[in-house]
């Protein structure tokens, strides 16, 4: 099934020399190099205010109640006045930071940046399938990211009710002021998302379906354009349901509906709706809300699966097993949804078919973490930043991982529900593991993207301070969680009055806690600085820095439109031909004809 | 302000400073014809050792953590299923634990193994079906313990609760609880928000709440008949929008009243009696140990949850809904106070699903008694029942 995406576009080489205005290079540009870099300097812009955000509750945690400059600074005197912040706002702040490195950072950013740049290139195509719906899709992106972040500015506070709004507290502004403007701005800006993504996945699978080069067979496709592929079919069959959840809330909220209100009193008001259900809005939020977890997971997964190997100089171990993995964990995640509600009062029996197939997902997780490891078995490992990124991943998706075990219990989760437990296991699962594969993403492909070099040895800093300072977070929490604490309280001195033992332990932790939390954060300014300064100042990029085998180290340094000068590459084998006995070299690009009497793998 | 200033320039001196230094290293690096791509032995000797480092420091903080506040961090439970969950959880434990530790232990040895040595070329090993099948199979029957172990301890949870156990409901509101004991007929009476009124916060239905709510709706300080004359008094101005709010105020109690006439009509007084004996009961939720509880829980407002951490107890409260858990306390305050040697501890109840600010303090203290305490207690709450309040406040 070799593509037949020459033909298609080789009417490009004869008007690729047009000059372009610096409106449409930089800003409404239709290139996927470009709108990738959108994607991500739009990505690493939320993800510091996101950061920041969460250094501010992180100081209320250890010290409540004590005046501190530096959250007066942010929050000024109307929401923290003598620097101690009000309860409303604590309550806006894990809102928001929890939106925006969710959506913002780990969806838009990760999924948003590398599917752009490395699906044409590493497919061997011109360009996206749609240069137009892309930029449509980062400008929407663009708008909401606007959007979310004017929600923090306005009179009556953001949107209050946690990342998963649910109802009826998102739907009453009586009931919280965040409920207000700042849940409508969060609304809209939701929906705009959502339309950005749908428009962004469409065009990846497309893509990935129709512009592959001749001889990219699915079978020869990197495995991070099938962790691309697969995490774009997941975002379009689960995201529009997102969409109606949030559709619904609008019309509860605006229109006077009763699809999530029933029987309420509040503030002294008795509203009329009747016969609606908060627990139809938890249903529609995780059927997009599990999916999502793996919206973030799988791509940080398919960039460490390339990067594992390149640096360890070894093909990755089982590259079908972990295709079939991919496959399994994506179609798993449709399924298990309900495991986040299974104290809602949900029929107990239903918990149970969850329970079920939710462990399930353990088996391939369990195959992708051993088939990392035997693919460092006997390597030659090079541990640039990438790959120290990329180690810090299969620990962080392990630790991360086991904990879920406990949580997918049903009868164990009755205790830990909505605990520090949880907040420490999604927190490692999810944000160490995809933030690191970002991270182990940005260090290996900045050349491609921009003809320089990072600085190998801010690099490594930044490596160590952010994995010693995420794991000091972490551990830690999942100590506070095991004690008891739920999540989402401003102030943990209220177990003074009942347990003394527990109040000073969880004290004494949250001490801990942002101490680490503030050490980790000051190591990303080690990255951002790297990051800026390599991009004007770092030395010059050479064609095929980390002797890799796919198609985009083949590309020329400087970028140009359309990718290749002349004819497209073809592709004679699959992507990991590293450290072949009796080869040269111990890689083997995708573009060299196999060796007479050489058996494809 | 000047502080803040101050902060500003160092901060911008600060990165100036790396920016040179950055340059001066590059310069360097270019006369001694390094390449950032390349990575010296040096480099990838250092990290392979910090490899082993990071791992043991890893470990030995986690055993830290481990023996400083117990291996799963919480005390013993205080309710009979509560001991097997919390066996099940130290199976889990044990399981978890032990893949931890040896996937990392490989992960972080093969890491510094493996580095790059000069002359030595990687192994090149792309698949092994017997290797796949056994990382296939054995989690999958560890999975398979984990999950008949799990479904067995949570059918038996959730299983209907025995017709003698107590019944007693909790309340919730933005930020407080309220629990209702179903009194002698252990039977706990109907309600309808609707019927919230001052003297009824729990809206429990009998023929007299009834009465009052329609009275209170019709001829209360913003009842209807109090709209209606505000709307249509010529000598007070209102302005559009509070014209606005009021006649939609009005139009919401003419549809409350239409429901409340309806239920009156459709109301038997032989349920009354099903309330009347209702025990309603604020601050403090008195248990009596040994004895089987099915809790009912309702909400008043957003949603809220019943975490009882001691007894292994959590539940949402749902607005519209009733929700059910059953649990048996064995052990007394007194005596769970004797093993923590801690005088002051109390059982609590806490909310656990952000309802508002006030969130974190949404609690209510739970005490459990000895039958015969428990039985005195009940005793000096027999002439305390929703009917003598009622008619109390009368």
């Known amino acids: 099934m070799a593509a037949i995406a020459t033909e298609a576009h080789g009417h490009h080489d004869s008007h690729e020399h047009h000059k372009e205005s610096f409106v449409s290079k930089y800003i409404f540009s239709q290139d996927h190099k470009m709108i990738g870099k959108q994607f991500l300097m739009t990505a690493v812009f939320m993800g510091v205010v996101a950061m920041l955000l969460s250094i501010l509750f992180r100081i209320q945690l250890a010290w409540p109640g004590e005046g501190s400059d530096f959250v007066s600074f942010f929050l000024g005197d109307k929401w923290a006045p003598g620097g101690v912040m009000k309860e409303d706002m604590y309550l806006g702040l894990v809102t928001i930071h929890g939106t925006i490195m969710v959506f913002f950072l780990l969806t838009g950013g990760l999924s948003g940046t590398f599917s752009n740049i490395l699906i044409p290139f590493q497919i061997g195509a011109r360009d996206m399938a749609s240069g137009f719906l ?19 500015f306005v009179e009556s506070g953001p949107a209050m009710a946690g990342w998963t709004i649910y109802p009826p507290l998102s739907a009453l502004p009586q009931a919280i002021s965040g409920s207000g403007m700042g849940m409508t701005l969060w609304l809209f800006s939701m929906s705009i998302f959502i339309a950005s993504s749908l428009i962004g996945s469409l065009n990846y699978i497309v893509t990935v379906l129709n512009l592959r080069t001749k001889g990219m067979s699915m079978t020869r496709l990197p495995l991070t354009i099938w962790a691309f592929f697969i995490t774009a079919i997941i975002g379009v069959l689960s995201f529009p349901v997102l969409l109606s959840a949030a559709l619904l809330l609008i019309m509860d909220r605006m229109a006077g509906t009763s699809f999530y209100l029933s029987d309420i009193i509040v503030s002294g008001e008795m509203l009329t709706n009747h016969g609606g259900s908060p627990i139809l809005f938890q249903h529609l939020f995780w059927f997009l809300g599990h999916p999502e977890v793996y919206i973030v997971l ?36 449709f399924i298990v949804w309900a495991h986040h509600m299974f104290i809602t009062g949900m029929n107990p029996f239903l918990g149970s078919v969850f329970v079920f197939t939710t462990l399930l997902i353990a088996i391939p997780s369990a195959v992708k973490v051993f088939n990392y490891i035997t693919t460092l078995w006997k390597g030659s490992i090079n541990f640039t930043p990438a790959m120290l990124f990329t180690i810090g991943l299969v620990s962080a998706f392990i630790s991360g991982g086991v904990t879920g075990i406990i949580l997918a219990d049903a009868a164990l989760d009755i205790m830990i529900h909505d605990t520090y437990f949880v907040v420490a296991h999604f927190h490692v699962v999810m944000g160490l593991s995809a933030v690191f594969g970002m991270f182990a993403g940005v260090y290996h492909w900045f050349p491609r993207m921009f003809g320089k070099m990072m600085n190998t040895t801010l690099g490594y800093v930044h490596f160590w301070i952010t994995i010693v300072g995420a794991y000091g977070v972490f551990f830690p929490m999942h100590f506070v969680g095991l004690a008891g604490a739920p999540r989402r309280y401003y102030d943990y001195s209220v177990y003074q009055d009942f347990d003394v033992d527990a109040a000073n332990m969880m004290i004494d932790l949250n ?9 980790a954060a000051l190591g990303q300014c080690v990255f951002l600085f790297n990051f800026f300064y390599s991009i004007f100042k770092g030395p010059k990029s050479g064609q095929n820095p980390w002797k890799s085998n796919t198609l985009e180290w083949t590309s020329p340094v400087e970028h140009m439109h359309g990718n290749w000068p002349g004819e497209l590459p073809t592709v004679h084998r699959w992507p990991y031909d590293y450290s072949v006995p009796g080869a040269e070299e111990d890689f083997i690009p995708q573009t060299v004809p196999l060796a007479e009497g050489e058996e494809e793998h | 302000m000047a502080s803040k200033l101050i902060v500003l320039a160092v901060i911008v001196l600060g990165i100036i400073t790396v920016s040179q230094l950055m340059k001066v290293y590059q310069l360097s690096s270019k006369l001694s014809n390094k390449n950032e791509a390349e990575i010296s032995e040096k480099n990838n000797n250092l990290n392979a050792k910090l490899m082993i480092v990071f791992v043991l420091a890893l470990f030995a903080g986690f055993i830290w953590l481990m ?78 313990v984990i999950i008949i172990f799990g479904l067995r301890t949570w059918n038996k949870i959730t299983d209907v609760a025995a017709a003698e156990s107590i019944r007693v409901e909790l309340f ?78 009005l139009d919401r109690k003419g549809r409350l009243i239409r429901l409340l006439h309806q239920m009156k009509g459709r109301h038997d007084s032989k349920a009354d009696a099903l309330a009347w004996d209702d025990i309603i009961q604020k601050d403090t939720l008195y248990l009596c140990v040994d004895k089987e509880y099915e809790l009912n829980f309702r909400s008043k407002d957003v ?33 769970f106070r004797k093993t923590k040697h801690n005088p002051d501890f109390h059982f609590v109840l806490m909310c656990n699903k952000i309802c508002g600010g006030a969130h974190y303090k949404m609690k209510m203290t739970v005490v459990v008694l000895e039958e015969e305490e428990y039985d005195d207690w009940m005793e000096s709450k027999s002439f305390d029942t929703f009917k003598d309040k009622y008619f109390a406040s009368m």
């Open chain 1, 134 to 152: 892309n930029m449509l899709s980062y400008w929407f992106f663009f708008i909401s990211s606007l959007l979310m972040l004017a929600s923090m």
């Open chain 1, 298 to 333: 799988i791509p940080a997964l398919g960039l460490s699966s390339e990067i594992i190997s390149t640096n360890s100089r070894k093909p990755i171990f089982g590259y079908r097993a972990m295709i079939g993995s991919i496959l399994a964990i994506a179609f798993l995640s």
């Open chain 1, 511 to 519: 001490v801990i806690i942002t101490g680490f939390a503030i050490l």
């Open chain 2, 67 to 144: 023996l400083k506040y117990g291996w799963t961090g919480r005390g013993m439970a205080a309710s009979v299923h509560g001991h097997e969950v919390d066996w099940l959880l130290n199976l889990n434990f044990v399981i978890i634990l032990f893949v931890f530790f040896l996937t990392h232990i490989v992960l972080f040895f093969f890491a510094y193994k493996y580095v790059r040595k000069p002359g030595v070329k990687a192994h090149f090993f792309a698949h092994s079906n017997k290797l796949e099948m056994i990382w296939t199979v054995i989690p999958a029957i560890a999975l398979g």
């Open chain 2, 172 to 249: 919730s509101k933005q930020f407080d609880w309220t629990a209702r004991y179903s009194g002698e007929d252990n039977a706990l009476g109907k309600f309808d928000y609707k019927l919230t009124t001052d003297d009824n916060e729990l809206g429990l239905l009998t023929t007299n709440t009834i009465d009052s709510a329609i009275n209170n709706m019709e001829n209360g300080i913003s009842g209807i008949k109090a709209l209606e004359d505000k709307l249509n008094d010529p000598s007070v101005v209102l302005s559009v929008q509070d014209r606005n709010d009021l006649m939609t105020d």
């Open chain 2, 303 to 335: 949603i809220h949850s019943a975490y009882l951490p001691n007894f292994r107890v959590q539940m949402n409260t749902v607005p519209g809904m009733t929700t059910r858990f059953k649990f048996t306390p064995d052990i007394t305050t007194e005596d």
